[in-house]
């Protein structure tokens, strides 16, 4: 069988035109319906409603995906679940240039003043959407900074006698080479 549209072979009983995505009428006929698969609570699976085929809409160019009409179609058919509420409107955001990085990142790199104003630009209602996520990788950075040089000191003060010695031993070493 040969696309009507293109002429490409089609092969097995698709829907549609792997080439130009268009729908092809006796595919549909021979293939079996689909059901959306009603469940009556008793007897399990009541009588399966057919499930309408869906339609390619071609782009501007006539050529379309025809893997992309099916999926898009098929989560038109899908009931879509409410919305999440969210605390803040979502306008749309402007990206972020390089010198706005900068700013931040020099900002931010205050010692007491940048641990504020990342909590105030990652979690404040109002603030870009860009600079929010910017902010909390700050915070988040921040964070695995803090708990390296704390795991750091802790293991220095564990083995502080160890760590003298070799630096002691090092330094006699060094004596001798140099006389």
């Given at each position: 069988m040969?696309?009507?549209?293109?002429?490409?072979?089609?092969?097995?009983?698709?829907?549609?035109?792997?080439?130009?995505?268009?729908?092809?009428?006796?595919?549909?006929?021979?293939?079996?319906?689909?059901?959306?698969?009603?469940?009556d609570?008793?007897?399990?699976?009541?009588d399966?409603?057919?499930?309408?085929?869906?339609?390619?809409?071609?782009?501007?160019?006539?050529?379309?995906?025809?893997?992309?009409?099916?999926?898009?179609?098929?989560?038109?058919?899908?009931?879509?679940?409410?919305?999440?509420?969210?605390?803040?409107?979502?306008?749309?955001?402007?990206?972020?240039?390089?010198?706005?990085?900068?700013?931040?990142?020099?900002?931010?790199?205050?010692?007491?003043?940048?641990?504020?104003?990342?909590?105030?630009?990652?979690f404040?209602?109002?603030?870009?959407?860009?600079?929010?996520?910017?902010a909390?990788?700050?915070?988040?950075?921040?964070?695995?900074?803090?708990?390296?040089?704390?795991?750091?000191?802790?293991?220095?003060?564990?083995?502080?006698?160890?760590?003298?010695?070799?630096?002691?031993?090092?330094a006699?070493?060094?004596?001798?080479?140099?006389?």
């Amino acid at each position: 069988m040969n696309c009507p549209t293109c002429g490409n072979p089609i092969e097995g009983s698709s829907a549609f035109c792997t080439n130009c995505g268009a729908k092809l009428d006796g595919a549909n006929e021979a293939a079996p319906a689909q059901t959306d698969g009603a469940f009556d609570g008793e007897s399990g699976y009541s009588d399966p409603a057919p499930v309408p085929a869906p339609a390619p809409k071609p782009a501007s160019g006539g050529y379309v995906n025809a893997a992309a009409a099916v999926n898009q179609a098929q989560r038109q058919q899908r009931p879509h679940a409410p919305a999440k509420s969210r605390k803040r409107d979502m306008a749309p955001c402007r990206p972020i240039s390089t010198w706005g990085f900068v700013w931040r990142t020099l900002l931010f790199m205050i010692p007491v003043l940048g641990l504020v104003l990342m909590f105030v630009f990652a979690f404040a209602n109002g603030i870009n959407e860009n600079s929010r996520s910017y902010a909390r990788s700050a915070l988040i950075l921040t964070l695995l900074f803090a708990i390296i040089v704390i795991a750091g000191a802790v293991l220095c003060y564990i083995y502080a006698p160890q760590i003298t010695n070799w630096f002691a031993q090092l330094a006699e070493n060094l004596q001798k080479l140099a006389h």
